[in-house]
């Protein structure tokens, strides 16, 4: 049993990702807990502004815009930064500006957060996932919350495959019987210029097994559908 399969047996409960305010949030500085794409806490602040009566061109021109789904999902894309992605129910707090690319937060405490760097040149994305992940794995551990191996994973979302990484982290006396779950994925632009897609969530050990199916289901959904403009074009 791999230790993707061992964390996913012991823990479930999607803690957002689902919303049914008919509403975008984005949102300038404010105080309320975010998280980084390494999976650690940070603090953020932000102010709302609704995008909802925008135009497509004028969502386009925004750092970062999103607009509702017909599914009680939102669609966020950015032209600056060249990507778009999907989140799952439309009460999401976002974030965009030069110190934090994307950060969104959802009531329950799902985080999503997208980063930028440069690696000077092209990288193999599963190989560039596993040293990601490996690093987030042992800091976390030597902070005394033991995490995973990384696991990668293949996702299909539409007609492509993702490569994706996992890694569950054990909260231990912080959040007694509480785990975050963690995904990865990455996209490299034709600049060269590569884009981090994080996903966490926290999870409850005793929650039913069904609970612990859609959180996994919804996230590696999420995760799958990150995507560059360019390659919708």
């Known amino acids: 049993m791999s230790a ?14 689902a919303g049914t305010a008919k509403q975008a949030n984005v949102q ?8 980084t794409a390494s999976g650690e806490p ?19 021109a925004n750092r970062c ?3 509702m789904g017909e599914r009680d999902d939102m669609l966020v894309l950015s032209k600056k930064d060249g990507y778009a992605t999907l989140l799952f129910g439309t009460d999401w707090a976002i974030e965009c500006n030069d110190e934090k690319l994307f950060a969104a937060q959802s009531p329950g405490g799902t ?3 997208i980063q930028d760097f440069d690696p000077g040149g092209p990288i193999v994305v599963p190989d560039h996932l596993e040293d990601l ?3 987030v794995a042992a800091r976390m551990s030597e902070r005394g919350f033991p995490a995973t191996q990384p696991s ?3 996702i299909q979302a539409g007609h492509q495959t993702v490569d994706a990484i996992f890694v569950s982290i054990d909260l231990g006396e912080a959040a007694d019987q509480v785990v975050q779950l963690n995904y990865w994925t990455s ?7 590569v884009l981090d897609f994080h996903i966490s969530t926290l999870a409850h050990m005793n929650q039913p097994q069904e609970t612990m199916n859609a959180t996994i289901l919804l996230m590696e959904r999420t995760t799958g559908l990150f995507t560059l403009l360019e390659d919708l074009d």
């Not at 993707?4 to 990702?17: D, E, F």
């Not at 300038?28 to 998280?35: L, R």
């Not at 996209?187 to 210029?193: C, K, L, T």
């Open 4 to 17: 993707r399969t061992y964390a996913v047996m012991l823990v479930v409960g999607l803690i957002g990702c």
């Open 28 to 35: 300038e500085p404010e105080s309320g807990p975010s998280s």
């Open 42 to 60: 940070q603090e953020a602040d932000t102010a709302r502004t609704d995008p909802n009566d925008e135009g497509v061109d004028e969502l386009l």
């Open 65 to 67: 815009a999103a607009r």
């Open 111 to 113: 985080h999503v957060t």
């Open 133 to 135: 992940a490996s690093r």
């Open 152 to 154: 990668p994973l293949k």
């Open 187 to 193: 996209r490299q632009r034709a600049d060269g210029i």
